[in-house]
């Protein structure tokens, strides 16, 4: 087995392995600990709604006047809830 010294192996060689694994195994668990719940439409656009080189920042209200008032199956009460959602959609070239 041939050994290369790190000046061979390119321009990944000032990151550290030991480091990379355990950063990326507790993002992970924590991912996986995490807990989400969102009863809220979340708007997809089916055509071009941006001109080229432009940014389009818009804001998507929600509010549920009259929602449920007790958690049901792990999905907490939605009575009174306010949701935002912030939606940045920019446009860097001409689509072909």
């Known amino acids: 087995m041939k050994i ?14 030991s480091i990379c694994v355990p950063t990326v195994l507790v993002v992970m668990l924590l991912a996986a600990l995490a ?4 009863n809220y ?9 941006v001109s080229p080189r432009r940014t389009m920042v818009e ?6 006047a009259d929602g ?14 306010q949701h935002e959602t912030p939606g940045i959609q920019p446009r ?5």
């Open 92 to 96: 860097f070239h001409q689509l072909v």
């Open 35 to 38: 807990r989400a719940q969102d």
């Open 59 to 64: 804001l998507h209200s929600n509010f549920t």
């Open 4 to 17: 290369l010294p790190l000046s061979v192996l390119g321009p990944m060689n000032h990151r550290r392995p």
């Open 68 to 81: 449920s008032k007790i958690a049901e199956n792990g999905v907490l009460p939605s009575n009174h809830a």
């Open 41 to 49: 439409e979340i708007q997809v656009y089916g055509a071009d709604t």
